[in-house]
């Protein structure tokens, strides 16, 4: 992708099919990875604030006969999900926001969603801790993190692949 950077004028509704394609069929997997990351989410907390607060915390203390009992997480838990995390979700934002950067959008906007995107990505990080060492009060952070990334990766996959497929040029625009 690098080198469409190199021409001026470039524009996604311009590129070559092979890249077109190739580029759907990584938005592609990037949805289905996402959706199995949301479904995993949903059944771990019901996507609530008090389902976080539970997953972190635990309910031992508070799980009655009848619920599942849930474990605190322990320092180093966290930090094998954060490990792995603190590397692979920065190179997707880098690799889809560099992607956007072909698109059409103002580049007021575009800075807005990479800031969003890498934000996310250290609240996404650090909310876990602060729910299970600071406070249980922090788990609404987390649920509103997880709608602000997940709004993110929706603008970084949707606009540039309505620009490679549907969008078509005015018929005086200069091409490259």
């Not at 938005?27 to 949903?42: D, E, K, P, W």
């Not at 389902?51 to 619920?67: I, K, L, N, Q, V």
């Not at 954060?82 to 575009?110: E, G, M, N, W, Y």
Request: positive net charge; proline residues 5%.
């Amino acid at each position: 992708m690098t080198q469409y950077f190199a021409y001026q004028r470039f524009r996604l509704c311009r590129a070559p099919l092979q890249t077109r394609v190739l580029l759907t069929l990584f938005n592609f997997t990037i949805v289905l990875a996402t959706s199995l990351g949301m479904v995993m989410y949903r059944v771990r907390t019901g996507l609530t604030a008090g389902g976080a607060r539970r997953s972190y915390h635990g309910t031992e203390a508070t799980a009655a006969p009848s619920d599942e009992m849930q474990f605190a997480r322990s320092f180093k838990e966290l930090l094998d999900v954060t490990h792995s995390h603190a590397f692979s979700q920065p190179f997707l934002f880098f690799v889809l926001c560099h992607i956007f950067a072909l698109t059409r959008t103002s580049d007021r906007v575009k800075i807005a969603v990479y800031l969003a995107s890498f934000v996310s990505i250290i609240v996404d990080l650090g909310v876990p801790y602060l729910i299970r060492f600071v406070s249980p009060a922090w788990a609404p952070l987390q649920v509103a993190n997880s709608v602000v990334m997940c709004a993110a990766l929706l603008v970084l996959l949707a606009v540039p692949t309505y620009e490679m497929w549907w969008y078509r040029e005015p018929p005086n625009f200069e091409s490259v």
